[in-house]
């Protein structure tokens, strides 16, 4: 899994995107002459269809993984995101300049998509943040998906029969309305809501996936901004405006759909998901977790965990598979005599040793098959002297008084 996001990642991502945006408007009559109106169409469907892409992909893992989570968010996380990804599809596809679909394609028309899309996007968000998570006995999948196709169904209905009648959100070479502005703005201040919904849930438990959507809303939220001063849905504002919108896309993936994936609470099988914490628990676990088995007269060693390992300076590679003999030589002759016995008389035994001026205590029992040794489970400690037992109670009874 891929290391959590850092605060001093995050503010780099800010503050280069803050950059990018002042150079952009710096630039902006330079960079204008580089976008050229009859290629902006394909540029403006692949942004699209990138974030429809990262919609659908949400909806499809939470459809499937609500089988086993059962969790709420997760729920309208996933069908949050089936409703944008819908609209955003229409937006693209009856988007000024694209093939007839249903009606003539119009500015109009791509725009009420677009910013119902992002009404119901911002503000669901903002639940989705607020409301504390639970498990849900029924399974509501296809209820949702009928009330989705409504609303779908509702807007589409809307948009296509009553484009003329619908105020004016976009008046081409002129600029965004009012009303769109207003739209906009309200947008954005629900994403800044959800931004610092998010850091305030980093602060709380310092993990990185809140910074993933702080980060994703921050861009969302310039993106809102930049949709207020375009001139032209051709120009070089709407396209930053779309570049930030998948960038946002991309680090709610990040933040929401790869973390449900690590999160060891959509398990399938309850016996999995304790395994899994056994597993961990062993790679923490201050000592070394080995099991032994015989080849010939050689006992084969295989590592299952244990931080000890790095403080007698070996690593995994070279002690699986090896014998006693080509890792620490100097100590095989005593150890394999323990290992001869607890193999051959099916015995547990606990031994001591010293290594590099330590003590470590050192357990072995047989695994049995049929009433035959197969294997030999083995545990090494370090054992801990009593003088620094003493300053530890010592230090102990200090901070008690």
């Excluded at 998570?133 to 409504?150: E, I, N, S």
């Excluded at 405006?241 to 099988?269: C, E, N, W």
Aim: charged share 15%; glycine share 6%.
């Amino acid at each position: 899994m891929e290391k959590s996001m850092s605060e001093r990642r995050f503010l780099v991502y800010i503050v280069s995107a803050v950059l990018l945006l002042m150079l952009i408007h710096l630039y902006h009559s330079n960079l204008s002459t580089y976008l050229n109106p009859e290629n902006y169409i394909a540029i403006h469907t692949i942004l699209e269809f990138f974030s429809i892409a990262v919609s659908f992909s949400i909806f499809s893992y939470g459809w499937k993984s609500f089988n086993f989570s059962r969790s709420r968010k997760i729920l309208l996380l996933s069908f949050l995101f089936f409703i944008v990804g819908m609209l955003d599809l229409l937006h693209t596809l009856s988007f000024k300049g694209m093939p007839f679909f249903i009606t003539e394609s119009s500015i109009a028309k791509a725009t009420w998509f677009w910013i119902s899309a992002r009404i119901i996007e911002s503000l669901m968000m903002v639940i989705v943040l607020i409301i504390p998570d639970r498990q849900l006995k029924l399974d509501p999948r296809r209820a949702c998906l009928v009330l989705c196709a409504v609303v779908i169904g509702s807007i589409s209905f809307i948009v296509f029969k009553y484009e003329q009648s619908l105020p004016l959100l976009v008046i081409e070479g002129e600029g965004t309305t009012i009303l769109k502005n207003l739209f906009e703005y309200s947008v954005s201040f629900l994403h800044f809501i959800s931004i610092v919904i998010s850091l305030y849930f980093y602060n709380e438990g310092k993990n990185g996936q809140h910074l993933y959507i702080a980060l994703a809303f921050t861009f969302l939220f310039l993106s809102g901004l930049i949709f207020t001063i375009y001139q032209s849905v051709y120009d070089i504002d709407n396209f930053t405006g779309h570049i930030f919108k998948a960038l946002g896309y991309f680090f709610i993936m990040k933040g929401f759909y790869f973390s449900t994936i690590a999160d060891d609470s959509f398990l399938k099988d309850p016996q999995e998901k304790i395994w899994r914490q056994t597993e961990e628990m062993i790679q923490t676990h201050y000592g070394i977790i080995f099991k032994l088995t015989k080849q010939g007269n050689d006992f084969i060693h295989q590592i299952i965990g244990g931080a000890l390992l790095d403080d007698l300076g070996f690593t995994p590679n070279e002690v699986n598979g090896k014998t006693l003999v080509e890792f620490l030589p100097g100590k095989a002759a005593r150890i394999e005599k323990y290992y001869e016995c607890v193999w051959n008389n099916n015995e547990k035994i606990v031994f001591d040793i010293e290594i590099g001026g330590n003590t470590y205590a050192i357990s072995l029992m047989p695994v049995m098959n049929n009433g035959e040794v197969v294997e030999i489970a083995g545990a090494v400690m370090g054992i801990v002297k009593s003088s620094r037992l003493d300053r530890c109670s010592r230090n102990a009874k200090a901070s008690a008084q």
